[in-house]
């Protein structure tokens, strides 16, 4: 007795005992990294079909990986968007720009100007290229790991510290954790600390882009972590039946926190191939390789402004930073693994196809490098003027209370009330500043 | 029955005609889809059907697939794309088709909807009105009877409306959809046809004869956050919303009891100064609601009378709910709070 499970010997005895599968990553602190079981294709290996095409011709390319950078930094095959060299200094230069920014915010964090930060290095391309892919007046619905898609459309760097700084400057009023942008004007919709919630609402906005019979398409982003999310199921339902102008990128950068991809399935599939099911288009793309990303992203885009529907684009890339600020990767996976990654780095690679072309330089690259960390520098300075979190420069104390409702109602005005008459208590000459 | 603030001043000429509670809800839908040509609506079964209830009836036909359509059967998505809409710059009215499937949206509503113009610092909004009928009584059993709407008004940036009337239904509706915040609007099913008084082995008279069913033609709004008094008396105040109306006056009627009755038609914003009026007046306070009782919304007026009324009151407060268990099927009428159980309590506070 008690040698097996409580129903062996009854129903079923003579079969052999179910196990559980709970997924282990390939990797695990200290362990050496080899990624050879990984299936990369060579740049170029894929046909590009029509961006019209029937969703089943895209199915193949679920499985694959379009790729356009080879090893030799050439540009080749049929995805290869062809863009000129300065479109692509452009877009270098964006890229550079976020990774600088993501590189000062770090420190700040660290410094105590606030309380949290999430860099996206190493997944640059992923938003960047996408961003250079889309009109301006295109809706993005992003996750948190976006800022790519602000800098590339031209959002003030210093509004961006603003915000997370919480200061009395921040537009969003020091309510939402750092990092969570948001902005009509630049057609960026409001972050979620909810994760995937915006891909059902991108569905929506495509929706009613539709129906008002607009131009304009929506693009959203989640990781391959949330894709597990019943809003993705939700969000790819409704696009489906509804043929909503949308495109759905998951960034699939390996881990979710500390869980990797197997935990939302990753050990079964790819991410694109959930396109199937759907009967949406499916892309899987090199995240790594700013011009296959633009050129995905350009097809999903075309694609949907012609009124063909909606495609998924998974987005193969690895999360070379933590988590956030919060995180330390180093106690969940071997810290082998980015240099590792067989898939480089989307910065190194667009700047030496760059320079493969002639149309960049070394020399080039170190000065704006210098020049784009001091124009960050320069931000953080004129954003510090304003305040950084917990010293005192936040919005006046009454903000608390606005934007719950249009018009505050009898509660919140009773509530608003208490809250300065504490502030009284604590501090008897405390005065609201203008 | 309708105030002059509340009423636009040709609606006095404005004809009208006794209709039930769809007929109004339809027809508030209808009026505010000519006027405004963002206003949306769409759910499980709402296009060319017109909806389980009927409540759509007609109104893809006269405006389009393009504003009247079906969905998926998944709230989630339904109210998910609702808010991507409100984004964009339509005025959505989705509907979940019974409040009891409204929990694989509540994500969308709790974290997104009622959360968008306060972490966008007003940037996005979500006009969105939900509507929803809610409530038991006609035998749904425990999965289309439920009274969820302490849920919502537990939730900051989201305005819960329930309408106890077809003249209200209308009203109340049309000033939802209108309205710039989430309004989750929940429609008491059992009283779509009749004002059902609790009295369940008696026949329901129709919305016809019932002056309440009274709906002037045209476009009128009743402003959220104002309540309204049903009926004026001297011996206690009943806080009541929906069905519970009309079961909370059967019974006083019955009893000969000379209640002041509140219809709170929005529980948030809530107009507290009708109901603090009322109770120092009368010095005495019965809840009536129909879901469960821990934690329902009857918890939250009771800590407001107490807080604000507390020493014009004569009687502890009294509190009359559903039972919390789920809705039982075959023993509905052992669970809702009917004449007996809203008499015991009648009685007690006569007593004290």
Wanted: proline share 6%; with cysteine; charged share 25%.
């Amino acid at each position: 007795m008690a040698k097996g499970p409580a129903s062996a010997g009854t129903a079923g005895g003579n079969l052999p005992p179910l196990s559980l599968h709970v997924p282990e990553p390939p990797f695990r602190p200290g362990d050496p990294v080899d990624y050879s079981f990984l299936q990369i294709p060579a740049a170029g290996a894929f046909a590009r079909p029509d961006e019209g095409c029937a969703t089943e011709e895209t199915h193949p390319l679920c499985h694959g990986l379009i790729r356009v950078l080879d090893e030799d930094h050439r540009a080749v095959g049929a995805w290869d968007p062809k863009l000129d060299a300065e479109t692509m200094r452009r877009m270098l230069r964006v890229m550079a720009l976020t990774r600088a920014f993501d590189d000062r915010m770090y420190r700040g964090q660290r410094q105590g100007k606030t309380s949290f930060y999430m860099k996206c290095t190493g997944e640059e391309a992923t938003s960047v290229a996408s961003a250079f892919a889309m009109d301006n007046e295109d809706m993005v619905f992003p996750s948190y790991r976006q800022q790519g898609i602000l800098i590339a459309r031209g959002y003030p760097i210093v509004e961006m510290i603003n915000q997370i700084y919480s200061n009395r400057a921040d537009k969003l009023k020091g309510r939402q954790l750092p990092i969570m942008y948001s902005s009509r004007e630049h057609n960026f919709f409001t972050i979620s600390g909810n994760l995937a919630t915006q891909y059902p609402q991108a569905a929506g906005w495509a929706m009613a882009s539709a129906i008002k019979g607009d131009t304009r398409i929506a693009s959203t982003w989640i990781g391959e972590g949330s894709s597990a999310e019943g809003d993705a199921h939700a969000a790819f339902t409704f696009a489906t039946v509804f043929n909503a102008p949308v495109v759905f990128n998951v960034v699939n950068n390996q881990w979710a926190i500390s869980s990797f991809s197997g935990f939302a399935g990753g050990e079964r599939s790819t991410f694109a191939a959930r396109a199937i099911g759907y009967g949406i288009a499916g892309l899987r793309v090199d995240g790594n390789d700013a011009l296959a990303v633009y050129a995905a992203a350009r097809w999903a885009a075309n694609r949907a402004r012609a009124g063909k529907g909606p495609t998924l684009i998974e987005h193969f890339t690895y999360r070379a930073e933590g988590h956030s600020t919060s995180d330390d990767p180093s106690a969940y996976r071997s810290a082998h693994e980015q240099k590792e990654w067989p898939l480089g780095d989307p910065i190194m690679r667009l700047k030496q196809h760059l320079i493969a072309l002639g149309e960049w330089s070394e020399d080039q690259h170190a000065v704006m490098d210098l020049e784009l960390a001091e124009q960050v520098k320069a931000a953080t300075k004129d954003a510090e003027k304003n305040g950084v979190l917990g010293h005192g420069l936040h919005h006046p104390f009454h903000t608390m209370f606005e934007d719950v409702f249009e018009d505050l109602p009898w509660h919140l005005q009773e509530q608003a009330e208490q809250a300065i008459r504490e502030r009284r208590i604590k501090w008897p000459t405390w005065k609201e500043y203008e | 029955m309708m105030t002059l603030e509340e009423a636009p001043l040709s609606l006095a000429q404005a004809p009208s005609r006794r209709i039930n509670m769809i007929e109004a809800i339809n027809e508030a839908l209808d009026i505010m889809m000519e006027r405004d040509s963002n206003v949306v609506v769409f759910g499980e079964d709402v296009g060319y059907f017109g909806g389980v209830f009927r409540a759509t009836a007609g109104l893809q036909k006269k405006y389009g697939k393009n504003r009247v359509f079906d969905t998926p059967i998944n709230e989630c998505g339904i109210i998910g794309a609702a808010v991507g809409m409100g984004a964009y710059g339509l005025r959505p009215v989705p509907e979940i088709q019974f409040a009891d499937y409204i929990y694989p949206g509540l994500d969308q509503l709790v974290s997104e909807a009622a959360r968008l113009r306060y972490r966008s610092a007003g940037e996005f909004i979500a006009p969105i009105t939900v509507r929803s009928p809610f409530g038991g009584g006609i035998f749904g059993g425990q999965t289309h009877s439920q009274s969820p709407e302490a849920l919502f008004t537990h939730v900051a940036g989201l305005k819960t409306v329930i309408p106890s009337t077809p003249h209200d239904a209308k009203g109340l509706l049309i000033a939802a959809i209108e309205d710039n915040d989430p309004v989750i609007f929940f429609e008491p099913k059992r009283i779509y046809n009749g004002p059902f008084t609790g009295y369940y082995d008696k026949p329901v008279e129709p919305w016809s004869r019932h002056e309440a069913a009274e709906v002037p033609e045209g476009y009128y709004r009743i402003p959220l956050g104002k309540a309204r008094v049903v009926r004026q008396g001297e011996a206690m105040t009943v806080l009541a919303y929906g069905t519970m109306i009309h079961v909370a006056e059967a019974v006083c009627r019955e009893k000969g009891i000379d209640a002041e009755i509140i219809d709170l038609r929005t529980l948030v914003p809530l107009d507290i100064e009708t109901i603090e009026a009322s109770v120092k007046k009368t010095g005495k306070c019965l809840i009536v609601h129909e879901a469960t009782r821990t934690c329902g919304f009857g918890a939250e007026l009771s800590a407001l009378v107490q807080e604000r009324c507390f020493y014009h009151l004569e009687a502890p407060i009294e509190r009359v709910t559903g039972f919390d268990t789920p809705y039982p099927h075959s023993l509905e009428w052992a669970y809702f709070p009917g004449p007996v159980r809203i008499g015991e309590a009648v009685d007690r506070l006569l007593k004290a």
